[in-house]
Every structure is written in structure tokens, then in C-alpha cells.
């Protein structure tokens, strides 16, 4: 429907003004019409300020290929770090920190921080060599270390980070329903 006085009526109307009914003019004051481009414009333009505003406070957590990457960082730490003891034939040892979230290179002093939302266990030796081993996975000069395992964890999926203990050799396990 039209509200307008010069919309055609389907008849012709007689020369000389045209009278226009009351009610057309309550109709189209009523706002019968619809909404106009601007109202539109306005509703969308507040959209997209609330979803602005409320997309950054949505929770994103750590994904299952990024869980991944952080075990292959951290295997990539301390192959370094064994790498490091043979080539210049002396004990290294890698930090790990499970309050702290974080794993310290050795030999190169690089850290490896965690996200919250990661589960982080570490279960290392109590000794090596007879000293005591104080949150440490060592590496000696023959490629040989103590061992540990370095566990990282989110929603039941995860990775293990081992260290054999024997031949000091670095493997990645994933565990959980993968």
C-alpha cells in the first residue's frame, strides 16, 4: 500500500484538487509504511557495536593441534638439550617448572610457557647420578639421562612428552580418546 496523495486509485479523478481522505493521512502518520533505510542502518550499526564488544570476551581455548605443538616444542627443548651434552661432552639440564607452567632449556636458556587451560604434570626422578634431581630432566655427555615424562593435558586429550632414561631418547605419546 501506498500512502501518498498522488498514488493511482485505478479511476480518474475529476479536475481541480483532489481531496484526501482522513483516513490515508492517520494511516501513513501511524507509520503504516514500514521501516525506513536509516532505521535499518541504525539497528545494524548497534549489532555490530554489541558483537564488537562481546566477541573478544568469548573464551577461546588451546586446540588440539595447538596441544600438539606445544609437545613438539617441548621435545624439541630438550632434544637440544641432549644434543647440546654430547656435543660439548657436559651435563645439561632442562628446568621444569609445573606450578610455574614452564620447561627451561639448559643449554640454551629458552622457556616454553603454558596456557592455563592446559593440564601440566611432570613426573620426574627424585635423583640422578646420586644427587638429588630438584625438578630437572638431565642429559649427560654420553646421550644418556635420568628420564622424565612431561604430561599435557586438555578435556581428557592429550600428549606425553617421555624421556628414556636409558638411552635419553625424546618421544611423544598422545593419550586420551584421539
Known amino acids: 500500500m501506498r500512502c501518498a496523495p498522488w498514488a493511482p486509485t485505478g479511476r480518474r479523478a475529476a479536475r ?35 558483537a564488537a564488544i562481546l566477541v573478544p570476551r568469548v573464551p ?44 627451561i632449556s639448559g643449554s640454551s636458556g629458552r622457556i616454553l610457557r603454558l596456557p592455563e587451560d592446559v593440564a601440566f604434570e611432570a613426573l620426574l626422578p627424585q635423583t640422578c647420578e646420586g644427587r638429588p634431581a630438584l625438578s630437572t630432566i638431565s642429559f649427560f655427555s654420553s646421550g644418556m639421562s635420568c628420564g622424565g615424562v612431561i604430561r599435557l593435558m586438555r578435556f581428557g586429550n592429550g600428549f606425553d612428552v617421555r624421556v628414556n632414561w636409558l638411552t635419553g631418547g625424546i618421544d611423544i605419546v598422545a593419550r586420551g580418546g584421539r
Open 16 to 50: 481541480g484538487p483532489r481531496p484526501i481522505s482522513r483516513r490515508r493521512r492517520t494511516r501513513c502518520a501511524r507509520g503504516d509504511a514500514g521501516f525506513t533505510l536509516i532505521e535499518m542502518v541504525c539497528v545494524i550499526a548497534m549489532v555490530a557495536l554489541l
Open 60 to 103: 577461546r581455548g588451546t586446540s588440539q593441534p595447538r596441544l600438539e605443538a606445544y609437545a613438539l616444542e617441548a621435545a624439541a627443548l630438550l632434544k637440544a638439550d641432549r644434543t647440546a651434552a654430547i656435543r660439548h661432552r657436559r651435563h645439561v639440564a632442562a628446568q621444569v617448572d609445573a606450578t610455574g607452567r614452564t620447561v
